[in-house]
DNA sequence: TCGGTGATTGTTTTT
DNA sequence: AAAAACAATCACCGA
């Protein structure tokens, strides 16, 4: 009951749009590291194996990455409180 | 009151 | 420029 891929549409007329995800900040990164210790690793296996290594991390891996996620949530309330505002 | 839906977030690489 | 794997999200709204 879920089939999406890319390209999603906008309909709000500020749209605060939302926020952040964990894999986002972790991406961060991994972006450097992974990347740094495959040399010339193609997109299809980056991708792959950042999920993988993702949770192969411990709840303290991935903790500054929630940490952040949460954070950063934060920071999308807030626009969107004013969105919310202006769009009344 | 409660649920689930959709929209979105950012990276990398490839073409 | 955009798309797709990868994952989380989670606030939003209505009935």
Redo the contacts with the bound molecule.
């Keep these: 009951?879920?089939a999406?891929?890319?390209?999603?549409?906008?309909?709000?007329p500020n749209?605060p749009?939302?926020?952040?995800?964990?894999?986002?900040f972790f991406?961060?990164e991994q972006?450097?590291i992974v990347?740094a210790e495959n040399p010339?690793?193609?997109?299809?296996q980056?991708?792959?194996l950042?999920?993988?290594k993702?949770?192969a991390l411990d709840e303290a891996g991935k903790a500054p990455y929630?940490a952040k996620?949460?954070a950063d949530?934060k920071r999308?309330?807030l626009e969107?409180s004013e969105y919310?505002k202006t769009q009344a």
């Design positions: 009951m879920a999406k891929k890319t390209a999603r549409k906008k309909k709000d749209a749009k939302r926020s952040l995800s964990a894999y986002m991406a961060n972006r450097d990347r010339g690793i193609a997109f299809g980056i991708g792959k950042l999920g993988e993702w949770k929630e996620a949460e949530k999308y309330e969107k919310a």
